[in-house]
């Protein structure tokens, strides 16, 4: 079964310093994955995605994320931090079955950029 | 303006009282879904569809039900509500042509509380 983890709850950044926010995944086939992002009382914005191709896709604001198939992480990155980028990151990954698309979801992980 | 919509956007309610909560896209998109988000759990699949007349259980279906009769609307329904189902609820819509538009547009969320 397909699984999305993200090991940190909380990242704590101060502005003008990178940040990283992790996102290990578990599916059987090859893997379409997501970041989302969702500032305070707002639905969801997409971010970025992998599909195929390169290990290293960009994305809104500023984002990237690096695809490692051997480790099986989409680890969402950013050089230099901003206060506004403070909000709550969701890593997803979507798998193809009989059905449809099924898409899970990580449990998200809160940034916070102290300024 | 490109949007998914859903309605009400906060609703108190008792256990028991049936209820939806309408979602519609303008997108034309074949996809849609319904999330529930609670905390620390992320975001879960609750029901999809791939097209009109299609639907499939997520990962947490029990207690709830979806209809898709007209492309653009995917209607939650709540038969007879409890409280375990207070929650933040999403709809969201994605393309399915190819995997370069996968990413899912998100509804603003549902506040629904059951006493």
């Known amino acids: 079964a397909q699984s999305v983890a993200q090991p940190e709850d909380q990242v704590n950044v101060a502005e003008g310093n990178p940040l990283t926010v992790k996102c290990t995944y578990s599916v059987s086939g090859n893997p379409y994955l997501f970041w989302y992002v969702q500032y305070p009382n707002r639905g969801l914005q997409f971010l970025l995605k992998?599909?195929?191709?390169?290990?290293l896709v960009k994305g809104s604001y500023g984002f990237e994320a690096e695809f490692n198939k051997s480790q099986t992480s989409f680890h969402l990155k950013k050089p230099s931090a901003l206060v506004s980028d403070s909000a709550l990151y969701f890593c997803a990954v979507r798998e193809r079955n009989t059905g449809g698309f099924k898409t899970i979801f990580g449990a998200g992980t809160r940034l916070f950029v102290k300024a | 303006e490109a949007q998914v919509t859903q309605n009400p956007r906060y609703l108190i309610t008792v256990t028991g009282k049936k209820l939806t909560v309408t979602c519609s896209q303008n997108?034309?998109?074949?996809?849609m879904s319904w999330y529930r988000q609670d905390p620390g759990l992320g975001l879960r699949q609750i029901y999809y569809s791939m097209n009109v007349e299609v639907t499939d259980k997520g990962d947490v279906p029990e207690g709830y039900k979806v209809s898709r009769k007209e492309k653009r609307n995917f209607p939650l329904i709540l038969e007879s509500p409890s409280p375990n189902q207070t929650s933040l609820y999403f709809c969201?819509?994605?393309?399915?042509?190819?995997?370069?538009?996968?990413?899912?547009?998100f509804g603003p969320g549902t506040r629904l509380t059951v006493t």
């Open positions: 992998y599909i195929t191709g390169d290990n």
């Open positions: 969201a819509s994605s393309s399915t042509g190819s995997p370069d538009s996968y990413e899912q547009y």
């Open positions: 997108m034309n998109h074949e996809y």
